[in-house]
């Protein structure tokens, strides 16, 4: 478990970490976003105890990183962006080497067997890391991170330099790290996070942006409540039996998809989910659905609504209040001033 408390990181004026409170339970995989400069890396290093913070606390299973860093570190598994690797050695010696600096009290031979199995290296394991490929250095980085078995893993791009199979097979492994291990994971490969993740933070000019499951990050940032259904059968019946379902607003048939078959973009209100009732009508009347897919937003256009200065107000879940309440969290442009927050305030309250 993380604990983050009030954690600041400043460099003269400049406040790159400002003020960031989060918790990461046991077993979660917590996906970690923010563009160049938004602080991601600097937290990552207060985390990882690589750098100290200005003020605040950064609790590793209940140990501070800054009072007692060596029993702290033994909790983490850190892979950098740049793995940390000696080229002159071989992977067996590499691995070997840091087994020891760990001070590792697993059994060395099955230990490091089972972490390069995990990590898909043993046919390169008397190999000399400078000859290896970007990909298996990546991986060779990977496996020092998980050797000693710790509880946490802090992952900086741990698919940079892979193919899509070895992305894939990476993707299984961090799923499969997150049953037993905390997980942060950070990437710029969007699809990834939303893949692998339980949750989100996305963090923004130092301060937390956002912070929940990109579905619920969906449902309070898009106003769009749509479905969009192929369906085969009779158009005007088709729109006039789609037209009396409880709670929607409107129905389109676009363009014919196939011989007899439309795609019907429908308009919902605000919380109202009609695909079960839209199914049973459909089949009542011997039609079939070929398709059916929401208009949500991906994690993408999550992320750049979120950084692009929108001044979006979200609603997120934070991971430390084991209450149902949610805390409204504004974000903006740093230039954004105290009294536009002010007004964009205003606005939610009225609405």
Request: glycine share 8%; charged share 25%; net charge positive.
């Given at each position: 478990m993380i604990e983050v408390q009030n954690l600041t990181k400043q460099y003269g004026s400049k406040k790159a970490v400002d003020d960031l409170s989060f918790t990461i339970q046991d077993g979660e995989i917590l996906g970690f976003l923010g563009p160049n400069g938004a602080g991601k890396s600097t937290t990552m290093?207060?985390?990882?105890?690589?750098?100290?913070?200005?003020?605040?606390?950064?609790?590793?299973?209940?140990?501070?990183?800054l009072d007692d860093p060596i029993a702290a570190k033994k909790n983490i598994g850190y892979l950098p962006e740049i793995p940390p690797l000696y080229l002159d050695m071989t992977v067996k010696d590499y691995l070997n080497f840091i087994y020891d600096l760990k001070k590792c009290k697993l059994p060395r031979k099955s230990h490091l067997e089972d972490v390069c199995s995990l990590v898909m290296i043993n046919d390169v394991y008397n190999r000399i890391i400078r000859n290896l490929s970007k990909g298996y250095k990546q991986r060779v980085?990977?496996?020092?991170?998980?050797?000693?078995?710790?509880?946490?893993?802090i992952l900086d791009e741990p698919t940079v330099g892979l193919d899509p199979k070895q992305i894939i097979e990476i993707r299984t492994l961090i799923k499969k790290l997150g049953?037993?291990?905390?997980?942060?994971?950070?990437?710029?490969?969007?699809?990834?996070?939303?893949?692998?993740?339980?949750?989100?933070?996305?963090?923004?000019?130092?301060?937390?942006?956002?912070?929940?499951?990109?579905?619920?990050?969906?449902?309070?940032?898009?106003?769009?409540?749509?479905?969009?259904?192929?369906?085969?059968?009779p158009r005007e019946e088709v729109l006039k039996?789609?037209?009396?379902?409880?709670?929607?607003?409107?129905?389109v048939a676009d363009m014919e998809r196939e011989k007899g078959?439309?795609?019907?973009?429908?308009?919902?209100?605000?919380?109202?989910?009609?695909?079960?009732?839209?199914?049973?009508?459909?089949?009542?009347?011997?039609?079939?659905?070929?398709?059916?897919?929401?208009?949500?937003?991906?994690?993408?256009?999550?992320?750049?609504?979120?950084?692009?200065?929108?001044?979006?107000?979200?609603?997120?879940?934070?991971?430390e209040d084991s209450k149902t309440e949610e805390n409204p969290v504004k974000t903006s442009t740093d230039e954004a001033s105290e009294d536009t927050a002010e007004k964009d305030d205003s606005k939610e309250d009225k609405e």
């Open positions: 290093n207060m985390l990882t105890g690589y750098i100290s913070s200005t003020s605040g606390k950064a609790l590793i299973n209940g140990i501070d990183i980085g990977l496996a020092q991170a998980l050797i000693g078995n710790p509880p946490i893993l049953k037993k291990h905390t997980v942060i994971l950070s990437s710029h490969i969007l699809p990834e996070i939303q893949a692998v993740c339980d949750r989100i933070i996305i963090i923004n000019g130092g301060k937390i942006a956002a912070d929940d499951t990109t579905e619920n990050l969906t449902k309070n940032i898009s106003t769009d409540h749509r479905v969009i259904a192929r369906i085969d059968g039996m789609i037209k009396g379902i409880n709670g929607v607003i409107s129905v078959i439309f795609d019907y973009e429908i308009e919902a209100r605000e919380n109202t989910d009609i695909r079960r009732e839209l199914f049973k009508r459909v089949a009542a009347r011997n039609w079939v659905i070929l398709g059916l897919k929401t208009s949500e937003m991906t994690l993408e256009d999550i992320f750049l609504k979120i950084t692009m200065g929108d001044n979006v107000v979200i609603k997120t879940k934070k991971a």
